[in-house]
């Protein structure tokens, strides 16, 4: 079965700190992954994406993640915060048989000035 | 390009009422999905349209859910006798065609049923 685990609820660093936001996932095929920033009062809006070849990826604003298949894991990572950073991080499976994606609980990040 | 576009973006009802909630896709895209967001249950996928098609419903409660699709620019979600469980954040994401399609989100209509 699909799944997705973000293991941290909640991430606190200060800013100018560097982040890791932690995801694994399972699937048995190709995995198709994401990761979505959520602001407050706000829809989803897609930080990268991971579909094949070079396991790091870059997306918006620094981040950058890192596919591994033999730890199935999607990290998301940047390596300075800013305060306009906090916000809720989702980490997304599509499963490409079906289209159907898959949502990780969620970690907020909470930037401390 | 305006996003996806959802309205109304509070709606509150009280016990049995009827709720409708509309999501306008991105022009040009083919694929419509619905969500479903509350603090204990997460992201919930709900249903999926693809060319107007109801593709995949699993997600969608038995009773009292309903979406359409009655043409390209607009999806409905339909909440028959609200009940206060159903207080959630809705969600609508649209998608281009093909197999790296990423989803765009609206914002969410925030629905809260007294």
């Given at each position: ?7 941290d ?44 070849g070079?396991?790091?990826v870059q ?11 033999s ?5 998301l ?5 800013h ?9 997304v ?21 | ?29 083919s ?16 249903t ?8 995949d ?21 339909k ?30 209509t ?5």
């Open positions: 079965a699909q799944s997705v685990t973000q293991p609820a909640r991430v606190t660093v200060s800013e100018g700190a560097s982040l890791q936001l932690r995801c694994k996932y399972s699937y048995s095929g190709t995995p198709y992954l994401f990761w979505y920033v959520q602001y407050p009062r706000q829809g989803l809006q897609l930080l990268l994406k991971y579909y094949s070079d396991p790091v997306g918006v604003n620094g981040f950058e993640a890192e596919f591994s298949k730890n199935s894991s999607f990290h990572r940047k390596a300075s915060v305060w306009s950073d906090s916000a809720v991080y989702f980490c499976l599509r499963a490409n048989s079906n289209n159907r994606i898959f949502f990780g609980d969620g970690t907020q990040l909470v930037v401390k000035p | 390009n305006a996003g996806v576009i959802q309205t109304p973006r509070h709606k509150v009802t009280g016990k049995g009422q009827e709720a409708t909630l509309w999501c306008e896709p991105i022009s040009g895209h694929a419509v999905f619905w969500y479903r967001q509350t603090i204990v249950q997460g992201l919930e996928f709900l999926y349209f693809r060319n107007q098609a109801p593709i419903d699993s997600g969608m409660p038995k009773e009292r859910f309903s979406a359409q699709m009655p043409n390209q620019s607009h999806s409905t979600l909440i028959q006798s609200t009940q206060p469980q159903d207080s959630a954040v809705y969600l609508c994401a649209s998608s281009p065609t093909g197999n790296y399609a990423e989803q765009f989100f609206g914002p969410g925030r629905l809260t049923v007294l």
